[in-house]
């Protein structure tokens, strides 16, 4: 990071805009304002500044339940891994979301939709009680507009160093839209937006990789180049790598990426961060909100071709070879710069604008979803549960705007304030990663399990949080630690992440376990609508099989294991 | 007002206006620089991308806007 900001203060910019392309941008900005001042009227109710008056189908809730994730950083920082540690990235796409989305549409779906809950907070105070439920709140608010922030700055800073665009302009104009623009209609107005991003940036990155094929001389093609000009290194293999932490750029081993990626960090982002969860329960009804992640993971799946080949790609066809931060000096161009130099290889004026347009798409999706999700949390689970309980609707409506002003004025303030001290970034990402493992223990556990009580939920929370924390910690203060963490003093960060979450899951899930068994737990008849077995869940027999969620997730789990054994 | 009522406008309408006007202007830059090639050609220049691309745009633009088209009932 302090290179990336030694280059964005020394460098010349990578590329330069056109008329045109300014054009495409300002086009861009008129229209996500527009579409604003549009759903301003549709938004009266809570429930429609809140969850799009529940009224989203499925197609339009599972585009932005994948556009909320793209951020511009996950466009530029996956490419940049790819380019890093090759087609391992992957696995982020696949392993790393696939299974976890088709979890929440056809196991955990059912329980939040028909519980009516507005949040995941809200879940856990159904389902465990008040502490519980203000513990997740508190943390999520503070880390959304933490991470908020970082991704402002972030990208802030990449603007400044690929077209030379001023910090102060750059946070200023993107953070001000979006505020705009989510203040007028609310999640509706941030559903909408996003699925327009998510066309955008298809439409914008994609042609990096029709191109890339095209002078690389297709897949067969890209891979002989790159074994031609990186020999020894293995750089095209999902799999066959990932037999121990040395045989692999990533230091990691199959274990951490299936049990640490795939199934904790997985499932804990998709089933319980609730600026996804936010985009499906939007859903009009039962049967949309299931296949909402289900559509959402096809385009995830696919998602690799504009992000992840680009990066191959690059291996295959950039003259130069980039560097990582650390090593970065004058002249030389980082991993990070891995997108904006593949823009710039193949797309003249217009496409250009389109390419940046779709980066800066990308930012907005994902602060939006921020926002958004950081307002109603902060309104239904915070001011009305522990404030002012009692308001009329509108009022909390009212609140909700001056909440999303409010997540953007804290977003911009974390911005500079890591400006200032750019170690912050680091902490705030592993603080971020402290929460979700655990939080998924507690949510699974009281979906599928009756006997779990408030006490072992609370309880569980709080010491799986802590456990990571400590883990953290002692990593921290004795690196020789890591050898206890990840089981191997050859794991890299990666790997340390991936076991961190593991162990912090199956601390909570066994506090909770214990906790449960030695308090009491609550009647069946306070269940119904929240777990596995007091809930009905309405039966989609009379369906034809093709609109059926359970098909289709069956459908997406056949091409996702044919896809992984394609690239083994 | 209802969302999906009469007279609301769809996300997928937005989008046709927004991919058709991209179109326009892409495709419209890609025909200019046939006659006048720019200085620092991109690599694949003779593919004329930014035509075919633009066309792309605005045929994907066009069916969103015609289908979602409002209309008075």
Not at chain 1, 75 to 93: D, N
Not at chain 1, 168 to 184: E, G, H, M, R
Not at chain 1, 249 to 260: S, T
Not at chain 1, 333 to 361: D, F, K, Q, S, W
Request: aromatic share 14%; glycine share 10%.
């Amino acid at each position: 990071m302090p290179s990336l900001v030694a280059a964005a203060i020394s460098s010349e910019k990578l590329l330069s805009l056109s008329p045109v392309d300014l054009l495409v941008i300002v086009l861009y900005f008129v229209m996500v304002l527009g579409i604003g001042f549009y759903l301003k009227r549709y938004t009266k109710t809570g429930e429609d500044f809140f969850l799009a008056g529940r009224d989203m189908s499925a197609w339009i809730a599972g585009l932005s339940f994948v556009a909320a994730n793209l951020g511009s950083l996950e466009l530029m920082g996956w490419a940049a891994s790819a380019y890093q540690y090759g087609i391992l990235a992957t696995h982020w796409y696949w392993i790393g979301a696939i299974p976890a989305m088709l979890f929440l549409g056809v196991v955990m779906m059912p329980f939040y939709y028909i519980s009516r809950t507005h949040s995941v907070p809200g879940y856990l105070q159904l389902r465990y009680g008040e502490p519980a439920r203000a513990l997740s709140a508190i943390s999520f608010g503070l880390m959304t507009v933490l991470m908020s922030g970082i991704n402002m700055f972030s990208m802030a800073l990449v603007m400044k160093i690929i077209l030379g665009w001023d910090i102060n302009f750059s946070i200023w104009v993107s953070s001000i839209t979006v505020a705009a623009y989510v203040f007028l209609g609310g999640l509706l107005s941030a559903i909408f937006n996003e699925v327009l991003q998510f066309f955008l940036i298809w439409l914008g990155a994609i042609i990096i990789s029709v191109l890339g094929l095209v002078e690389a001389g297709g897949w067969s093609g890209m891979v002989h180049r790159i074994h031609e000009r990186w020999p020894g290194q293995d750089y095209t293999h999902l799999w066959s790598g990932l037999g121990s932490f040395t045989a692999n750029p990533m230091g990691i081993n199959w274990a951490g990426i299936v049990l640490g990626l795939g199934f904790v960090i997985s499932f804990g982002y998709w089933t319980t961060d609730f600026l996804v969860v936010q985009r499906v329960l939007s859903a009009r009804d039962l049967r949309s909100a299931k296949m909402a992640p289900i559509i959402g993971s096809i385009f995830k799946m696919a998602l690799p071709f504009i992000v992840i080949l680009p990066g191959l790609l690059a291996l295959a066809v950039l003259p130069e070879k980039l560097v990582g931060e650390s090593q970065a000096g004058a002249g030389a161009h980082t991993y990070n710069e891995v997108l904006p130099l593949m823009l710039a290889r193949y797309c003249g004026p217009g496409l250009l604008g389109l390419g940046i347009t779709a980066l800066i798409a990308g930012f907005m999706s994902g602060m939006a979803g921020n926002v958004s999700a950081f307002a109603t949390v902060w309104t239904y689970d915070i001011y009305r549960a522990f404030m002012r309980r009692d308001a009329s609707d509108s009022h909390y409506v009212s609140v909700g705007r001056w909440c999303t002003v409010l997540g953007v004025l804290v977003s911009i303030g974390t911005a500079y304030l890591v400006m200032q001290f750019l170690s912050i970034m680091d902490y705030v990402q592993a603080l971020f990663s402290f929460f979700i493992a655990p939080l998924f223990g507690t949510v699974i556990l009281g979906m599928l399990w009756k006997r779990a009580t408030p006490a072992g939920g609370f309880w569980g929370l709080l010491t799986g949080t802590l456990a990571s924390i400590g883990m953290f910690a002692w990593v921290k203060g004795d690196p020789s630690a890591l050898r206890y963490i990840a089981l191997s003093p050859h794991a890299k960060d990666m790997a340390e992440n991936m076991y961190r979450a593991l162990w912090s899951w199956i601390i909570c899930v066994i506090v909770t376990v214990v906790v449960s068994l030695a308090t009491k737990p609550k009647p069946e008849s306070q269940l119904a609508g929240l777990v596995y077995g007091a809930t009905e869940i309405p039966s989609e027999g009379h369906l034809p099989l093709f609109k059926r969620p359970l098909f289709w997730a069956c459908v997406v789990i056949v091409i996702f294991f044919v896809l992984n054994i394609i690239f083994w | 007002m209802h969302m999906h009522g009469p007279g609301f406008i769809s996300i997928w309408f937005f989008i046709g206006v927004l991919l058709s006007a991209y179109g326009v202007l892409i495709t419209v830059t890609g025909f200019y620089e046939l006659g006048s090639p720019p200085a620092n050609p991109p690599v694949l220049f003779n593919l004329h991308a930014t035509i075919w691309w633009g066309m792309v745009l605005l045929a994907i633009g066009l069916v969103y806007f015609i289908r979602f088209l409002p209309r008075k009932k």
